[in-house]
């Protein structure tokens, strides 16, 4: 009976997708912060309600981007041993799941909030709102631009892209509740801009957080024809027949694949090995394979559950 492993790099070397986009995570961490003190700050001089109300959103933002830089931390840091065979990647999906409910939470107070609003919407200072949300929205601009290719790779990054885009959007949103208030005071700019900007994050926050949980379920990788890998597999020369198929991602940008092989008499067991291997890495571009490669005589036994 053969047993193979296919690797694309040692464990050693294992970056996640999400690991090769740590330092724009923490410049963008800074950027929230920045953005966070000026609002605090300028809210407390003028007591402008909707910049306070607006800095709480910030705080949620830089906590979701550091929770998920944090994460990789956690996963790069923690190697694999007899008790985690797999390290703590998974942690990087738990925060990705963690800034979903975030949105969700934060877009849900927005919504509340606005509603209430629009019984009595208060006198919002139309000129430190539109200053204080114009650095706010620069911040956001930049942070925004060094996620955009991270976003695209890692579910982790992609959870705090999309905080990034919710605190951008919120910014803009501030910053047109701000020159209306200025040009014609109308009071009730902020509510319909409040609920714009919270109709937009539940959508993404769903799709995140539907992301992250197929990983943790260990569904097929999104993209991955379960059958037709299979198939593929069944087609190698010596192949006869493949069962017991698995195939998971431990976090974006490592996918694992397991399955037993029964070969052909007379098959070599070593070509069947490296052609399962340079199929799988090539075709679906999982380098991590652990493949079982049996006779035609050897049944596997049945499983209980």
Excluded at 46 to 65: I, K
Excluded at 100 to 120: H, K
Excluded at 184 to 190: L, T, V
Excluded at 202 to 212: E, I, K, M, T, V
Aim: glycine share 10%; proline share 3%; hydrophobic share 50%.
């Amino acid at each position: 009976m053969g047993h193979g492993h296919g690797h694309g790099v040692s464990p050693e070397q294992a970056v996640s997708a999400g690991g090769r986009h740590l330092r724009r995570l923490w410049i963008a961490v800074g950027l929230g912060l920045v953005t966070f003190v000026l609002q605090v700050s300028v809210g407390l001089v003028t007591s402008s309600l909707a910049l306070l109300a607006d800095s709480a959103h910030v705080f949620t933002d830089v906590f979701g981007v550091a929770l998920a830089a944090v994460a990789i931390v956690v996963a790069r840091r923690s190697k694999a041993g007899q008790g985690r065979t797999f390290g703590l990647y998974r942690s990087e999906v738990l925060a990705a799941l963690a800034n979903a409910v975030l949105l969700f939470a934060v877009a849900g107070w927005v919504l509340y909030e606005a509603v209430g609003r629009f019984g009595a919407p208060p006198e919002v200072p139309g000129l430190p709102v539109t200053v204080v949300a114009t650095v706010g929205l620069l911040m956001n601009v930049i942070a925004f631009l060094l996620l955009r290719d991270g976003a695209k790779e890692s579910l982790n990054v992609r959870g705090a892209y999309l905080e990034v885009m919710a605190d951008m959007i919120g910014s803009v949103g501030v910053l047109v509740s701000g020159v209306v208030t200025l040009a014609f005071g109308w009071r009730y700019a902020d509510p319909v801009i409040g609920i714009g900007i919270g109709l937009f994050v539940l959508p993404r926050a769903y799709r995140l957080g539907r992301s992250a949980l197929r990983i943790l379920f260990q569904h097929a990788p999104e993209g991955v024809d379960v059958k037709q890998m299979t198939a593929d597999l069944s087609r190698l020369p010596g192949v006869a027949e493949v069962h017991d198929l698995h195939v998971w991602t431990l976090t974006s940008g490592m996918e694992v694949v397991s399955a037993h092989l029964t070969m052909v008499d007379g098959a070599d067991q070593s070509d069947i090995l490296v052609a399962a291997q340079g199929l799988l890495a090539d075709n679906y571009a999982i380098e991590h394979a652990t493949l079982q490669v049996e006779q035609p005589s050897v049944k596997c036994r049945e499983l209980s559950w």
